[in-house]
């Protein structure tokens, strides 16, 4: 390809709306164009790094024994209502209505769509196991589009579902999956961390997310400084908590604190630290309100508070739900409220003498205690995980990280189709549910992910395996003939060698051609100038470090096809 003619209008400078470094690289590079806020145009080169990645996901998905289907991006609403998420995706699903007045949507993922596909053309459990996978367009209406490709509203994924008979086929299929996930990241250069992770609105027991380090990841994730544990911190465990030196218990004193709703407030105002305050959240399980005590410097996880109290309805209490109970927002303590069933995190137990809101509007309570002024029903797990805390598996601790999160695995089990009703006849003549898994990647935030981890001051730095072409070759003087004519021979000698090669014979300076092949970050860079055809060498280059070569012009596609093959 020339760029002469290849439609790649790079720029000097990003969008004042371009902060994610990876968001300001592939717009200036022209990988990309915002059409509105979260949908994008692909641009050749994007195109061309945007396939590899799907080439690489088809031979690892192939190679792991999933087949290749393609569903269509409207879908019904029945199976969503049937399945609840119709409802709980709300306004994050794009929903329409047809000439026919029939509600439909556009596909954030397709369970839906698959399962009663799959279930009306198998009945026998010998036609398990089944792996079917597409990459296809996906849509959320994201409230807040931001950083590219990271947060969009449309975006490219690769799901997959697979189908068994039993919880023990299931794993075998899961653990594939992940097999091959694993090989994919690795062969798009991407820096990952396989996460334990909360199943969320796809549900399931068991998932795994595949984070890419970055410090605009919007997912915070933790791994252990000693062992291999790393989970998402809103899944997280966190290992048993020391136990605190034994305290006298103090009186109960109630204290005026006005104007001071926050936790950071009423701590400084009291003299003690945000941690010897008992944080008193309130949610509604199944209709009736609950308390939720966790120390005052911690958040509760509410997919933690969610999976200890499944499988009951968990939500936060809305200020209807105060009204009705008589509970001062923002003021709620333990004592006072034994009616009121009481979960509380590890960190709580055995400590003396919290700080807690006094039940009335600009009070908290002192010196209150558990056994004589409250009792706690149940301890979990339910607090956010911390930097510094103790790994749940091992004496380490653990350490917390951001990243992009870039594929998902699930064990869903019968979550789709026990309420679908599909079913096949087991050996014993049985009807069971189908036993699924379902597998995303996110193929445009790959791209996005990999400019994020791969590059400089200078601009893009494609590992070769996405790089939308292995080298460029830099004709530095357009009018010069003899220079010309020696890129067009290296050129055409790269290309024959089945290097994929992009010739900039665009007449603008030299200059600006060697920012733009930085910019762009093609793995190798060919230099022809007037001093080297004066010398018949040209100069060969990686662009991720190295030495520069000076291979003569009849050995240049042999030298360049040396850097390519070396190249990360």
Sequence with gaps: MRMSTLFAPTLKEAPGEAKAPSHQLLLRAAFVRQVV????????????????????????????GAQEIRMPAIVPSEPWKVTGRWQAYGDDMFKLRDRHDREM?????????????????????????????QIQWKYRDEPRPRSGLIRAREFLMKDAYSFDRDE????????????AYERIMTRCGLDYRKVEADPGLIGGDASHEFMAPASVGEDLFVHCDSCDFAANVEAAPIGEPDLPAPEDAAALEVVHTPDRPTIRDVAQFLGVGEERLLKTMVYEVDGEPILVLVPGDRDVSESKLSKALAPSDVRPLDDAGFARAGLAKGYVGPQGNDALHVVADHRVRGRANWVAGANRADHHATGVNEGRDFTVDRYADVAVVEDGDRCPRCSGRLVVGRGIEVGHCFQLGTRYSAPLKTTFVDEDGTERPFVMGCYGIGLSRIVASVAEQHNDERGLLWPRAVAPYDAVVVCANMDQPEVVAAAERVYDAATAAGIETLLDDRRVSAGVKFADADLIGMPVQVVVGKRGVARGVVEVRARRGGDTLEPA????????????????
């Design 553 to 568: 012009l009849d050995d240049a596609a042999t030298a360049v096809a040396d850097v390519v093959r070396a190249a990360p």
């Design 168 to 179: 023990h086929a299931l794993k075998a299929s899961y653990d594939a999956m992940v097999h």
């Design 37 to 64: 806020a979260g949908v994008y145009t692909f641009l050749p080169l994007g195109l061309r790094t945007l396939r590899k990645i799907e080439d690489i996901v088809r031979e690892e998905m192939d190679a792991a």
């Design 105 to 133: 949507g556009l596909g954030p993922t397709h369970e839906e769509v698959v399962t009663p596909m799959f279930a009306a053309e198998t009945e026998s459990y010998r036609d398990l196991p089944r792996n079917l996978y």
